[in-house]
Each structure stands twice: as C-alpha cells, then as structure tokens.
C-alpha cells in the first residue's frame, strides 16, 4: 500500500479507561477499581494506560451524579467557569478532569479515552462514536468488531448538529464510549461485566498494533446515528400516560416501521409510530433517561467509509 493512501496519526501514548461517570453503572466502576489495584491486564507496549474513577462521590453513593450529571458537564462554559466551591460538584469534578486529561481540544490532550457506561436497555455491547471522520477510531471500532464476531456490536453515531451531549471522554483526541447491557443500576452482571472486559481489551490490542506500524486498509463501518429523542406521551401536566409498547420493548437496533406500536396508555391503547420512514430506535426504557424526558432515540443506518490508516513518521 502506497503511504499518500492512508491518513497518518502520531503514536496513541496517552490512554484513559474511565469508570464511574455515572455512579450507579456498576461494571465500569468495578473494572477501573480492579485495574487501580493491578493494571497488567490493560497495560501494553509503548502505551500508558491510566484507570481512573470519574466520579468517586457518586460512585460512593451508588447514584448517577451528585448535582448534575457529569457526561454532559463538558462544555465550552463549564470547563471556562472560575472554579470555586460553590460550583456544582460535577462541574468542579469536570474541570478537574479536564486538567487532567485535556485540555479538550489542545495538542496536549489524551490519545483516547474510554468511558464505561452500562444501560438497562437491551443494547448489547454498543461502541458510541462522536465523530464521522475520526478515521482512527472508524479503524479502531471495525477491528474490535471483526474481533469479536460473531457476537454483535452495534455502534452508535451521536454527531448531531442540534444534539450536543459533551461528555467526559470528549476531553481525548479520540473519545470512545462504551455502553453494555441491559443492566439495572447499582447492580452486577457477570456476563455484562465480561463483555465490556472483551470490548476494552480488543480495543487496546489496536493500539498496541497501530503504534507498532500496523497499516490498516480502507474499509466501511455500519452505524446507527442519531435521530431524534422520542419523548413520552403526557398529560397537560407533564405526567406520563403511556409506557413503551411489549412488542418495541427491548427491540433495540431493530426496525420501527411507520404504523408499528410504540406506546401503549395505561387503559390499553396502542399508539403507533407515525414517522416517515424506518428507524431503528435505541436506549429503549432506559431508567436514567426518565428525568431526561425520553423514551427512546430513534437512530438511522449509515455505511461510513473509513480511511487508510498508519502511524506517522515522526
């Protein structure tokens, strides 16, 4: 393969795994505090890895957050604010990190960080990718998911122009989230837990490759990106009147055609999607999305196409 065909990075030195973003999702949590402990497992090659609890006051708590939530505290105006205690926790706990791992956007950021999330929808092992054109992490997330076949792993687009979510990873140069379930919150599941395992450690055997010169040849990632929050049917006071339809429950990455069920009131009425054209929603009943006012996000196929990749010659 000729060099001008591929798009060349500098070596992944910097990597991150975080756990405990959200307190209460307890695999991530219970695999960063077992790699504090003894990091050989993710340690490779010519790469330093840094296990790091996000949010240790919500993890002791075994809560989502403490003030606000913490993966969606990244913006411009949070990390910018003048620090002080009388900041929301998670917005002093954002600029922390930011200092540590950043600054978000600078040459001097982490390579890649991993965030760790589990969700009570039935999402599977799902990769949530914020670019379209990070061409590293495209290659990155084709080679965990040819590791891992034929088990599935869908991913999970969340570039949106009117849906900004500034999560904690967005820190990195390349930012991965990891999102493993179903789940319930402050629970353990062993076979959720070895699943993120695998997916993390797939992951970072294609750094370790990258930074040994690896090329990786053009190829095409399917993913499902983001829609549109579909919120929940209800009344003029706010309340919800209507549940998530049996036959859409856990269905998530499945098709929702026009006319399917979506919703169903508590006197047992259907009420049926009603959009132009197929999607495939996702995040399904999620328990954490409730005060977010969302019942699901419908989400739309796409073949992205990947560039050539290599390390640069530095």
Known sequence: MSSCNCHCFK?????????????????????????????????????ETKPFITNPRAVEKCTRYVDIDLNRAFTTENLSTPSGDDLPYEIQRAQEINEMFGPKGS???????????????????????????????LQMINYIKKAIAPASCPVLLTEHPLLKYSTSRSVAKHPVGLEVGPQ???????????????TLNHALDFIELFNKGVEFPTCTLDVFRVAEKIDYPRDTNGNIIAMVHPSLQDCDWEPLNPGDPMFQTFDGKTIHYEGAGTVYPTFINEAAYYEKQQAFVTTRREALAAHAIRKSQE
């Open 107 to 137: 040459p001097d950021a982490y390579d890649v960080i991993f965030d760790l999330h589990n969700t009570t929808s039935n999402m599977g092992s799902t990769l949530i990718l914020e670019s379209s054109t990070d061409h590293f992490n």
């Open 184 to 198: 319930p919150q402050g629970v353990l599941r062993s076979n959720i837990f070895e699943a993120m395992r695998l």
């Open 11 to 47: 070596e992944a030195k910097k990597v991150a795994v975080f756990g405990g973003t959200h307190g209460n999702e307890m695999s991530g949590v219970m695999l960063v505090n077992l790699w504090i402990k003894n990091g050989t497992e993710i340690q490779r090659n010519g790469v």
